[in-house]
């Protein structure tokens, strides 16, 4: 079973939408954003609300979907990192 860190952005995501507080979400992503220096401007921020796995302890699970404005395709290793768990 793989240890979920608690502090990766999609578990922070999570917790915030669990707790009636997704409002902050949309900026908690674009600050990882500009982390990873990248323009959150140039990004439409998609969450999409599913069951949770068995082993999270987790009542949801918050995935976030990057897709680029100007229609390019995200870099995937940016789309797996924003979604990491562990």
Not at 7 to 12: F, P, S
């Given at each position: 079973m793989a240890k979920i860190?608690?502090?990766?952005?999609?578990?922070?995501?999570?917790r915030m939408f669990e707790s009636n507080q997704s409002f902050f979400a949309l900026e908690k992503v674009n600050d990882w954003l500009k982390e990873r220096k990248e323009d959150p401007h140039n990004y439409e921020i998609i969450f999409h609300r599913q069951e949770a796995r068995l082993d999270s302890g987790l009542s949801l699970n918050i995935q976030i979907e990057l897709k680029r404005k100007d229609g390019q395709e995200v870099d995937p290793w940016l789309q797996q990192e924003i979604n990491r768990y562990q």
């Open positions: 860190n608690p502090y990766t952005l999609q578990m922070q995501i999570t």
